[in-house]
């Protein structure tokens, strides 16, 4: 555990947030004086756990917890940072996740086959789609590595959460509550912050010791055009399948060279992905009973004296939210799209691999169960956060983009990705045969044709 800097052995006096006087007791003439303010709201258990034996409501509370007791027990969490997340802490806490298991730096071979591996990927891929290559570089990264590589984007993709998170607990307070407590508000939001940032860590560093490449979960994770694939897991994944490993990172630097072409000329498709997030952020509700009920339930084996049981705590997932209507409206368009990513790139491999690799069904089939599935890492990571990052419909918009491309080409395919009010909906997931089946493809004209066509067009009365 990590504890903050202090001057001295003090610990800071009791302080009454209203009249700044010695002992936490309000000199307001109240008939109840030192009565907890959160007592009734979500926040009311953790402050009898910080508070002692004798907690903040009960028979013989004598005023707000010691201030001291309660940096001691929190101090882990409360190191400076700036924004909902403390990312150092959890930086640090991925680190240690990761370093429970070994992680070499991949050999100069290692890096070699990868770069190999991506250039005769991205040759295939030019007969299977109308995108140009989108790779600029590559690399082959260790897991710390990976969470090293990912962070920045895992940052806008989770703060949103986090914010809304800290925003909404708060929320639940009333009003006299969060007027006569806002230094204790303060403190609160700062262990807050540490604790998602403990979940957080925790489930990058799971992550980090399943994912196979820089796009393994279907988000651009990395810079534009970085073809980063982690040679450890792909050592330990080609150990559970009947084909060479050789195969398995061909395959893998297929899939991860189609996820570069697509992000990087379908430029509204980054920010969509990371819109729906935030759309999924903006929709936490609070329900302060039930926040209460539950907060309660996890306190109960709480000792504020055993850092251990803070620890479980933490790795619990106390904050994981119940989903509000707005919230699953957003993680439903969420995991559409990140199945019709999955879904092109199972279709554009599948084309580039049928007459090249034998071993390449046998690949597609495991990693359709593998991304359909889920790992006991992603699980983990969406306990914690709230978001599922598995497309569970990957077969399904496989399907549809294979049908689409045997009606009407590789260009109509290609094509729906130029507008998001192109993709294919949930309900056409439901019927992937038949997406687009009344459209038909532009007949070819000659030129003669063209000017006839043209000419009819300019001609007719009302310009249509």
């Known amino acids: 555990m990590v504890g903050v800097r202090r001057t001295g052995d003090r610990h800071p006096r009791t302080v009454d947030p209203m009249n700044d006087k010695p002992g936490g007791t309000p000199d307001d003439g109240s008939e109840n004086p030192g009565q907890n303010p959160f007592k009734g709201t979500p926040f009311e258990q953790i402050f009898n756990a910080f508070g002692g034996a004798g907690g903040l409501g009960g028979a013989g509370a004598a005023g707000l ?19 909902p997340v403390n990312w150092d802490f959890a930086l640090d806490i991925a680190r240690k996740t990761v370093a429970q298991a070994p992680d070499p730096t991949p050999s100069q071979r290692q890096r070699d086959a990868v770069a ?19 790779v600029t570089s590559t690399a082959a990264w260790s897991r710390a ?52 940032a403990s979940q957080v860590g925790s489930g990058l560093g799971a992550l980090a010791s399943e994912v196979l490449s820089v796009s393994d979960i279907g988000l651009p994770l990395a810079a534009p055009g970085k073809a980063a694939l982690v040679p450890a ?6 150990e559970g399948l009947d084909v060479t490993e050789d195969d398995v990172l061909l395959y893998l630097a297929l899939r991860e060279a189609a996820h570069q ?18 759309d999924y952020a903006r ?16 306190m109960r084996g709480v000792d504020p004296h055993d850092p251990a049981s803070m620890q479980a705590l933490l790795e619990g997932g106390m904050f994981d939210l119940p989903r509000s209507p707005a919230q699953e409206a957003a993680l439903q368009r969420l995991e559409v799209t990140l199945a019709l990513v999955e879904g092109w790139v199972d279709e554009v491999v599948g084309q580039a691999t049928a007459e090249r690799m034998p071993a390449a069904a046998k690949l597609q089939e495991a990693f359709r169960r593998r991304r359909a599935a889920g790992g006991p890492a992603e699980e983990t990571f969406a306990s914690l956060v709230g978001l599922e990052l598995r497309p569970r419909r990957l077969r399904d918009a496989s399907t549809l983009w294979g049908s689409l491309r045997t009606r009407q080409g590789v260009e109509a395919r290609d094509g729906v990705w130029m507008h998001p009010d192109l993709l294919p909906t949930a309900a056409d997931l439901d019927d ?33």
């Open 65 to 83: 917890p010691d201030l001291g007791q309660l940096f001691n027990q929190i101090q882990f969490l409360m190191q400076p940072h700036e924004g």
């Open 116 to 134: 190999d591996s991506v250039r005769l990927a991205d040759h295939w891929l030019d007969d299977t789609t109308t995108f140009p290559s989108g």
């Open 145 to 196: 590595e990976w969470v090293v590589g990912t962070t920045d984007v895992w940052k806008v993709l989770v703060e949103p959460i986090a914010e809304s998170s800290v925003q909404a607990l708060g929320g639940a307070l009333p009003e006299e509550a969060r007027a006569m407590t806002g230094p204790l508000l303060g403190i609160l939001g700062q262990a807050v912050g540490g604790m998602l």
């Open 233 to 238: 897991n792909i050592h330990e994944f080609a």
């Open 261 to 278: 072409r697509l992000f990087a000329h379908v430029p509204w498709l980054r920010e969509h992905l990371i819109g729906a997030v935030a």
């Open 283 to 298: 929709g936490i509700e609070i329900n302060a009973e039930g926040m209460q009920s539950r907060i309660e339930e996890q």
């Open 432 to 464: 992937p045969l038949g997406f687009r089946e009344d459209a038909t493809a532009l007949p070819e004209l000659s030129d003669e044709d063209f000017d006839a066509e043209l000419k009819k067009l300019l001609d007719s009365p009302d310009g249509e």
